[in-house]
């Protein structure tokens, strides 16, 4: 039986989630769950919960708690990752001051002053991690959940031996939502009221196929069909719809003038464009309503926190129901060799030969009992790989910034940003750029203190 | 779901396929089989032998119909197996004994070589006539071909008809996988492996059993002389390159200067001859008493003798189960090589790992193949080409290209010698060849 490694177990989109997912799995309902957080509460917190889920569901899994993970990684086979380095504090800066300057991010998570600053607190760590695993656990897969998923899997790549693959939500939450658009499973989208709930638990309704690719939070549906059938015309009709438009306006413009869907959120996209955030008016009137996702995980989490304790007390059932993350879906398939396909974010060994060599894409990939093995996906419409290159030129900067440790790549990948690119000059951009390196000086590696 | 065989004579074959069909779980009444061979006696075998396999199984049995026009049969057909035999036995007669006289001593002879480009001068011009058919009757059709040498077919298929779905399937690797499992006494369906290169000469590049790599075990198995007195050649290529290679040992020993180069040699690395790399061994294998075989055939046909239900090697009727939508299937598969192996050339034929899924093939990224490995593979690959363009361009100096870089015949003759076998054989075959080689 595996013995799965979480570390960053305190997280709150995933840990929970993915614990669930494991033990829906007959083939994983004995795994050896090891629990890794620096947070003390939030390791007690996830760990009582796990032990509750074992006693609810009378689960035979063996759980073990740590706040050191070279303690328990020896034997590891798999390690999810799900660490936040600097927690809130940290993103709060990363949002709030290049907000002073007009840059308004409403993720800020993956590109942009707040991807970039986030990449150069989490490499450091991620990259420390990756040691421990060299050495304790050298054939184990690392699962990266964190983000920028794209610049962390681009550095581990590129400076360790670690096996890993990322993982996002976003290619099969969108191909959910898509198919809600063309009318496909709303009857049973209806049945959740939870629009967050709905996202992660309701099933892929049966006939829809699609075959996405690009990068990580902009990857794009080159194929999506219903019963066998190309469904685009059936999105171009749903955009017609205002009411349908108007839950993804941003999306559906991209639909409309490049040609294709593309995956996370209208908020996500909007920021790694120069088309839609440039002054308050665009934003107004391309993305209505907000969704700041630094105050929807800072108002989200006392909540949280109270429903847990609740279902740690008996008071709340734990519910348990399989979720759309990739994680235990890959782990059932090397353990048991059902074949599954997932959207992975792998190193670009020429599968998507229109861009750069080495990056990190997300593609779609097989899994079997030997692991991760990525499909050739072939060049994306030039349209397409353009916008994808305005990002990866940003992600190049940022990773090789903090391997080498030269701070000059970081003001430049953010003067390549195109969301503010299209907003400051050149020493405005500097000035922001050095206020962050001020505010976050302490979740900084040495080589990028000012 | 129609299935169309062509080259349904092919009888062994064609059955091992139609009872795959009735084992996996496809709705009874959808399942539309057509048979096609010119050879209206054996057609008329693997028809009764197929409606007898549709009896026992709940098909109607109105639902498989036999001809010897492929045109009548390939309207409205998803899928098209191809395994065809063009000329007789004296073809290949002589593909075995003029190189022979000239001291290219060949076993199998299908794949490359002496043997394999004049079997591909032979076969291609039928396969473009079936693939011409196909793109004007059933285009979309997903079309695997059986028929050797499938590399130099698939690659002159891929250049003529690019958007055909025609993938090439061969049972050397799973094959190979049995034998290792056999050797070491694993059970086979714990074995995993991860294979890649050309066909027949194709790599396992990963060997585990319970996610263990078992190649150290291999490693140490392989130094029992008995078992080198059975699998010689692969054993030999396994110590000195590090990788178990597939197809058999006779095969194998053909496609490198290694093993056939002089008489001594022959004997030494051919203990058992047979497979293991006996002289001219297809001509026994060819040459089978052909009345005893078709009373055989009677007594199957006639219901006297049981149909063999075993599950077969083949991944073909699996691949359809995948496609239709009953799950993803893993499958080696002959393709041009679209940035699945890195170190061998864009344009060639690879045998790699594919991933079945509804409607779709997808290969798998396999990235750079060990230097030695690419090596051997390249050697072959540029003699293929040869033979591509030979045929493409209908130019006799490809054939002589294709001959002179062939690591065995390049290892016996001088290039005068090469081009005077050529010539020898081209004048034998004359009766099998299109006039416009001469």
């Not at chain 1, 907000?99 to 970039?116: A, H, N």
């Not at chain 1, 559906?252 to 490049?258: A, D, L, N, S, Y």
Request: hydrophobic content about 40%; some cysteine; charged content about 25%.
């Amino acid at each position: 039986m595996p013995k799965i490694v979480l570390i960053g177990a305190g997280s709150v989109v995933f840990a929970q989630k993915l614990i669930t997912d494991i033990i829906t799995f007959p083939a994983l309902r004995e795994s050896t769950l090891a629990l890794v957080d620096i947070d003390e509460t939030r390791l007690e917190l996830i760990t009582r919960l796990t032990e509750r889920l074992k006693e609810q569901e009378h689960l035979p899994i063996t759980i073990e708690a740590t706040k050191d993970r070279r303690k328990v990684l020896k034997g590891a086979q798999y390690v999810i990752n799900m660490i936040q380095v600097g927690g809130l504090d940290a993103y709060r800066l990363d949002v709030e001051i290049p907000r002073k300057y007009g840059i308004d991010q409403t993720v800020g998570d993956t590109l942009g002053p707040g991807g970039v600053f986030r990449a150069l607190r989490t490499i450091p760590v991620l990259l420390e991690i990756c040691r421990d695993i060299e050495e304790l656990c050298p054939s184990a897969l690392l699962i990266n959940y964190t983000n920028p998923m794209a610049m962390l899997c681009w550095a581990m790549n590129k400076a360790t031996r670690v096996r890993n693959v990322g993982l996002c939500h976003s290619v099969q939450g969108t191909a959910r939502t898509l198919a809600e658009y063309i009318g496909v499973g709303v009857e049973d989208a209806r049945q959740y009221e939870d629009e967050e709930y709905r996202f992660f638990y309701k099933p892929m309704p049966e006939g829809i196929d699609y075959w996405v690719a690009g990068i990580n939070h902009q990857a794009w549906f080159l194929e999506f069909r219903y019963r066998g059938e190309n469904a685009y015309p059936l999105l171009w009709k749903a955009m017609e719809n205002p009411e349908i438009y108007r839950r993804d306006i941003v999306r559906f413009e991209i639909m409309r003038h490049f040609g294709y869907f593309v995956t996370e959120s209208s908020h996500h996209m909007s920021e790694y464009v120069p088309y839609f955030r440039k002054n308050p008016e665009l934003i107004a009137k391309y993305i209505p309503e907000r969704w700041d996702y630094y105050e929807i995980c800072r108002s989200g989490l006392a909540p949280y926190m109270e429903r847990i304790k609740r279902q740690i007390q008996g008071e709340e059932l734990i519910e348990v129901r399989r979720s759309l993350e990739y994680g235990a879906h890959i782990i059932n398939a090397m353990e048991t060799g059902e074949l599954v396909r997932i959207n992975g974010n792998v190193a670009n060994t020429g599968l998507i030969p229109n861009l750069p060599e080495g990056c990190c894409v997300e593609v779609p990939c097989l899994v079997d009992r030997l692991g991760i093995h990525p499909c050739f996906v072939g060049d994306l419409p030039p349209q397409l790989a353009s916008i994808n290159r305005t990002n990866i030129s940003v992600q190049e900067l940022a990773v090789e910034g903090v391997l080498q440790g030269k701070k000059e790549y970081i003001y430049e990948a953010i003067a390549l940003d195109p969301l503010t690119a299209g907003i400051l000059t050149l020493d405005d951009i500097k000035r922001m750029v050095d206020e962050m390196f001020v505010a976050e000086r302490e979740y900084l590696p040495e080589s990028l203190r000012l | 779901m129609k299935v169309t065989f062509i080259g349904a004579g092919s009888l062994v074959f064609t059955q091992r396929l139609l009872v795959d069909l009735a084992r996996l779980p496809f709705p009874r009444e959808e399942i539309e089989v057509a048979l096609v061979d010119i050879n209206e006696r054996r057609l008329s075998y693997i028809l009764r032998i197929a409606r007898r396999i549709f009896e026992e199984n709940g098909i109607p049995v109105e639902r498989v119909f036999a001809t010897t026009d492929r045109r009548e049969a390939l309207p409205r057909s998803q899928y098209v197996f191809i395994s065809i035999l063009v000329g007789d036995i004296e073809a290949i007669r002589k593909d075995i004994e003029i190189p022979l006289r000239y001291g290219v001593d060949q076993c199998i002879g299908d794949t490359i070589g002496p043997g394999g480009v004049f079997r591909a001068l032979r076969t291609a011009p039928v396969i473009l006539d079936i693939c011409r058919d196909i793109a004007e009757l059933c285009p979309e059709a997903f079309v695997f071909n059986y028929t050797n040498p499938m590399s130099i077919l698939c690659w002159v298929v891929k250049e003529r008809y690019p958007d055909l779905r025609f993938y090439g399937l061969c049972h050397s690797v799973q094959h190979t996988a049995r034998q290792i499992a056999e050797y070491m006494g694993w059970p086979l369906e714990k074995l995993e492996y991860w294979v890649a290169g050309i066909n027949h000469q194709a790599w396992f590049l990963e060997l585990r059993l319970d996610g263990k790599d078992v190649y150290p075990l291999l490693r140490e198995k392989v130094e029992d002389p008995e078992l080198w007195k059975l699998d010689t050649t692969r054993i030999e290529m396994f110590k000195h390159l590090g990788y178990y290679v597939t197809e058999s040992s006779g095969h194998n020993s053909e496609y490198n200067p290694w093993f056939r180069k002089r008489p001594d040699l022959v004997q030494r690395f051919t203990p058992g001859g047979g497979w293991n790399g006996e002289t001219g061994f297809i001509l026994k294998l060819y040459g089978k008493d052909r009345e005893s075989y078709e009373q055989e055939l009677e007594r199957i046909a006639s219901g006297e003798m049981p149909i063999d239900y075993a599950e077969s090697e083949e991944y073909g009727i699996k691949i359809i189960h995948a496609l239709e939508g009953g799950g993803v299937f893993r499958a080696n598969m002959n393709l041009p090589n679209r940035g699945s192996i890195t170190n061998l050339p864009p344009q060639c034929i690879v045998e790699v790992p594919c991933f079945v899924e509804k409607g779709h093939i997808r290969p798998a990224f396999v990235g750079d193949l060990p230097l030695q490995l690419a090596a051997l593979n390249r050697m072959v690959v540029q003699s293929q080409e040869m033979a591509v363009q030979a045929i493409l361009q209908g130019k006799r100096e490809y054939v002589y290209y294709a001959l002179y870089y062939d690591p065995l015949t390049a290892a016996v003759l001088s290039l005068d010698e090469i081009k005077k076998m050529v010539d020898e054989m081209f004048e034998a075959e004359r009766a099998y060849l299109a006039e416009s080689w001469f």
